[in-house]
């Protein structure tokens, strides 16, 4: 039986008088690839920023390898928890090495220096993106892609083995968002991700939970939930769904309204 990494019961936040999200219930087993898609709107983003602790949840409860999570303190949640989220800008000058230096920070006390292992591990997390060579490049001068691969580089040096992913491909051109899934899904370890594009969780995602209006409607794998008579519940837009001859996956057309008969 897999081991349960995350287990999320009766989460609810509201930012007024009406539910965000309304008891959320979720699990993530060790390995897996666990998409969360919905409308705009519909929570994803609002259920993510409650385990990175961004927002504090009204009720409920997070288990993360069996811990409390909100009992954790904020430096042995990072240990447990990397983040990647849409925003990739930084307020200031930074040296792409330096951005993922600052993943070692909940393996350290504050202005501890880098040591040799610190120097390796960012030097390694920059190879294993393919950057060592931008090491010395100013970030903000990055495309969005380069950025994005500097920050899953930053969660490597963290040394964390469970990502929580924030549509962050949402802005990218498609050749990007596919290197960055295959970067995330080479590295083998444990994702909750919110995905805005369906074709695209159907491609990469181990199972799915759907969210509409703050709730769990439904969750499965993409070939039980990614079905036509579903997407146009959730959407509101017709569909046409095939398992692709060379992925293997699920592939969704969509159905212009001026084709509709």
Do not use: W
């Not at 303190?73 to 925003?87: F, M, N, P, T």
């Not at 792409?96 to 292992?117: N, Q, Y």
């Not at 017709?238 to 001026?258: E, N, Q």
Request: hydrophobic fraction near 40%; include cysteine; proline fraction near 4%.
């Amino acid at each position: 039986m897999a081991e349960t990494r995350l287990q999320i019961e009766q989460l609810s936040f509201s930012y007024t008088d009406s539910k965000t999200i309304d008891h959320i219930h979720l699990t993530v087993q060790k390995g897996e690839f666990v998409g969360l898609i919905g409308p705009n709107g519909s929570g994803k983003s609002t259920v993510l920023k409650n385990l990175y602790r961004a927002l504090t949840p009204d009720s409920g409860s997070v288990r993360i390898d069996g811990l409390d999570l909100f009992r954790l303190s904020y430096r042995e949640g990072a240990k447990k928890l990397g983040v990647v989220g849409q925003e990739n800008e930084v307020p200031f000058d930074f040296l792409v090495e330096e951005i993922v230096a600052m993943g070692r920070s909940p393996h350290k006390k504050l202005f501890d220096p880098d040591t040799k292992e610190d120097k390796y591990i960012i030097h390694h997390a920059l190879e294993h993106l393919g950057m060592a060579d931008m090491a010395k490049r100013n970030y903000q001068h990055l495309s969005g892609g380069e950025k994005q691969r500097v920050l899953i580089a930053r969660v490597i040096a963290q040394e964390t083995d469970f990502l929580l992913l924030d549509e962050p491909t949402n802005h990218l051109d498609i050749s990007y968002q596919l290197q960055i899934f295959d970067f995330v899904k080479r590295l083998g370890v444990t994702v909750l991700s919110a995905i805005h594009d369906l074709n695209m969780a159907a491609l990469y995602c181990d199972r799915l939970y759907v969210l509409q209006a703050g709730k769990v409607v439904m969750q499965g794998t993409p070939e039980t939930v990614l079905t036509p008579e579903t997407i146009r519940a959730i959407y509101g837009v017709r569909c046409d769904t095939a398992v692709h001859p060379l992925t293997r996956k699920v592939s969704i057309t969509y159905i212009p309204a001026a084709t509709e008969v």
